[in-house]
C-alpha cells in the first residue's frame, strides 16, 4: 500500500493555486504551482483558470482570460502558471 502511494505521489506531484488578488479596476490575478509529478502546462494553467471562473461565477460574471504565462519543466522543476482576468457581464 505504501509503494502505491508514493507511485501516486510521484505521478500527480503536489499542487496549490493563490488566492485570486485585486490588481486594478475589476482586474485579477491568480497562480498555481506543481511539484513534481507528470502534469502538463495545460493541467497547471487549468488549475489557475478553474480559480479564476470560480471567483467571477461567484460574482454573477463570467471569466475574461486577459494574459497567462507558465515557467518550470515537466517532471524536472517546479512548474508555475499565473493568469490576469476579468469578470465581465454574461
Same mark, same amino acid.
Given at each position: 500500500m505504501?509503494?502505491?502511494l508514493i507511485l501516486c505521489a510521484i505521478i500527480t506531484g503536489?499542487? !496549490?493555486v493563490s488566492p485570486v488578488? !485585486? *490588481?486594478g479596476k475589476d482586474a485579477y490575478m491568480?497562480?498555481? /504551482?506543481?511539484?513534481g509529478g507528470l502534469?502538463?502546462?495545460?493541467?497547471v494553467t487549468a488549475l489557475s483558470v478553474r480559480r479564476?471562473?470560480?471567483?467571477c461565477e461567484a460574482l454573477g460574471k463570467?471569466?475574461?482570460?486577459? /494574459?497567462a504565462s507558465n515557467s518550470g519543466t515537466q517532471g524536472w522543476t517546479p512548474q508555475q502558471?499565473? *493568469?490576469?482576468?476579468?469578470?465581465v457581464a454574461k
Open positions: 505504501k509503494k502505491i503536489c499542487q !496549490s488578488v !485585486s *490588481i491568480v497562480g498555481a /504551482n506543481v511539484r502534469t502538463s502546462d495545460a493541467e479564476a471562473t470560480e471567483w463570467q471569466m475574461e482570460l486577459t /494574459n502558471s499565473q *493568469i490576469m482576468f476579468k469578470c
